[in-house]
């Protein structure tokens, strides 16, 4: 575990400018003196989880800040670094980076209804607003997987549910078919012990055997594709995952012999035309199986994916499936979004001088449509593939329960709106507000990614003053039935009293003394000083007709009073 490893994977694909040398140090020796103390629960010093994450990163040819801040994320949230001193220290944007990683930190799973899940992975998307980081959590999340074991078993379960309906599919969605596999399979034997343990029992035999006879095909491909000019950049076998193995057994009654593609051979090539070249080659060796044909060069999945699939009658008659694609298109199936990152390789340009990192240009990939689908409302920024931003969920906030659920609200929805969308009771008793720790005001602004409590009193009632500035109608409707069914509804209803009188010194005075003896709060005075008979306005707490006319009894006994009238004012 030493920094030049670190340096080494970076170094595998492009030569380092000195300051990111630099960088990387710093942060290094950064992220291990703040958790010189701290162990996990595997024993292991706490930074081997810091170091293995920024390997992952830079296993993905990530930028020298997304290494930096993968070596920083823990920092914050498990070593009491303030973020202010990350900024001082690295910058705004690895700053940015380690708080968007923190802020999921935040996230606890806890159901498996679909709706919630899609709202986390929506919520993951919008609170990032820049997609590295997303790839440090995922890095994060396939460490803390491979250390599972050493957890309780119901935190144990709890994380595998979390990873596996959460973390792989999102990994999936942005084209990390391979890191999605592996999350899968790390997260089966907790979720599935049974199966997993039955699949172990009863596929390693099958395993061994298939990639035993693969390797007879493979002698026999590689010949015949060298006879036909084919230039292989490789040629190897394919183990299907433990997990999507598991998944295509129960649809097929558990029959391994109906998995053809248990281990497949995996074959890259120099460019498409190759691609098709070599299926052809393929197929007049071969005969292929009808309906098992699958160009996904000419229609890539959802998610990117482009390869060519076929399932051919290979050696000894034995049903075998072949993937072929160009060196690129592996990339992309192996890393997905990670794989778009590229650096300059041309020393002459500004970018390359300066050590930055820039997007490799591409016509709007398939996962970023499919980012669109997950809501209407889609902002069409071009700049959304140079900068890597997140704008497509810009209208919508998604804010976490204290359980760690999440809600999903229209952006400028404040904690009333929140605490509606809860239950009505909790909108109807709300008294105030925490946001992310701090009491707030319930007019306040919320942000995606906060951490959402609210303070209530089962006396509460909802406030009228509430609608001036909530978002949703779902928390306007319920405040106004609300509002209907007080019964002291009739207490927002104050007493005007109207008095005529001639002028005089200690009017006032008297007046106010009867109407303090009758226990009755003076709201407002208001007297004109332009009449010998001014009509003094004055507003009073009350709206009892009883009261109201025994009050008017002793006022008129008042020295000077000639007449006095009311209204009952809305307030």
């Keep these: 575990m030493d920094v030049k490893d670190l340096l080494k994977e970076i170094q595998k694909n ?45 296993e993905w040819r990530l930028d020298a800040e997304t290494v930096a801040a993968a070596l920083l994320h823990d920092t914050v949230e498990d070593a009491g670094i303030n973020l202010e001193e990350i900024k001082k220290e690295f910058g705004e944007e690895i700053a ?52 599972l ?34 999350l899968e399979d790390l997260a089966f034997p907790y979720l ?78 120099k460019n498409i035309e190759e691609c098709y070249a070599t299926l052809g080659i393929i197929h007049q060796l071969w005969p292929p199986l009808p309906g098992r044909i699958k160009d996904y060069i000419a229609l890539p999945k959802p998610n990117g994916y482009r390869s060519l699939h076929t399932t051919v009658f290979c050696l000894d008659n034995k049903p075998t499936e072949f993937q072929i694609r160009t060196l690129e298109m592996h990339e992309e199936a192996e890393n997905g979004i990670a794989a778009y990152w590229a650096y300059s390789q041309a020393k002459d340009t500004k970018n390359y001088q300066e050590g930055k990192t820039i997007f490799a240009e591409k016509k709007e990939l398939a996962w970023i449509k499919q980012l669109k689908n997950w809501q209407k409302e889609v902002s069409g920024s071009e700049e959304f593939l140079n900068s890597l931003k ?14 760690g659920e999440v809600v999903d609200l229209p952006a400028g929805a404040t904690p009333i709106d929140f605490a509606y969308q809860i239950h009505s009771e909790i909108g109807d008793q709300c008294i105030g507000a925490k946001v992310n720790g701090r009491i707030t005001s319930l007019d306040h602004e919320l942000q995606s990614g906060d951490l959402v409590e609210i303070l209530i009193q089962k006396s509460k009632k909802p406030s ?55 226990h009755v709060n003076m709201v407002r005075v208001n007297i004109p000083q332009t009449s010998h008979f001014p009509i003094i306005k004055i507003r009073c707490a009350l709206n009892d007709k009883e009261k ?6 002793k006022l008129k006994k008042i020295k000077g009073v000639k007449e006095i009238n009311y209204k009952l004012v809305v307030v």
């Design 464 to 518: 009228e003053s509430w609608l001036k500035f909530i978002k949703t109608d779902q928390a306007r409707r319920k405040i106004k039935a609300g509002l209907r069914k007080l019964p002291e509804r009739k207490q927002k209803l104050q007493t005007e009293f109207l008095i005529t009188a001639a002028d005089r010194v200690g009017l006032l005075k008297d007046i106010s003394a009867i109407i303090s003896r009758s």
């Design 192 to 269: 599935r012990p049974d199966e997993y343990k039955w699949l172990i029992e009863n596929v390693k035999e099958k395993y061994e055997e298939r990639e035993k006879y693969l390797e007879r095909v493979k002698i026999v491909a590689e010949k015949v594709f060298k006879e036909n000019n084919i230039e292989l950049i490789s040629i190897d076998a394919r183990s299907k995952h433990y997990s999507s193995l598991y998944k295509k057994l129960f649809r097929s009654d558990m029959n391994l012999e109906q998995v053809y593609d248990l281990v497949a051979l995996r074959i890259i090539v």
């Design 390 to 403: 997140i704008d497509f969920l810009k209208n919508r906030i998604f804010v976490i329960t204290p359980k």
């Design 149 to 182: 074991k050493f957890l309780p078993p119901q935190k144990q379960k709890r994380i595998a549910l979390e990873t596996s309906e959460i973390y792989a599919p999102l990994a999936y969605r942005l084209g990390m078919a391979n890191l999605a596999g592996e």
């Design 14 to 58: 492009r030569d380092i400018p000195k300051n990111e040398t630099i960088l990387i140090n710093r942060a290094f020796d950064f992220a291990q003196k703040a958790h010189q103390n701290q162990k996990r629960k595997s024993n292991e010093p706490y930074f081997v989880h810091c170091f293995e994450t920024a390997l992952k990163v830079a």
């Design 548 to 553: 109201i006319e025994k009050l008017i009894l």
């Design 96 to 147: 940015f980076l380690v708080e968007g990683v923190t802020k999921l930190g935040r996230l606890k799973y806890r159901t498996s209804e679909e709706k919630q899940a899609e709202n986390l992975r929506k919520m993951f998307l919008a609170i990032s607003r820049d997609i590295r980081v997303i790839l440090i959590k995922l890095a994060d999340r396939l460490h803390n997987m491979k250390t």
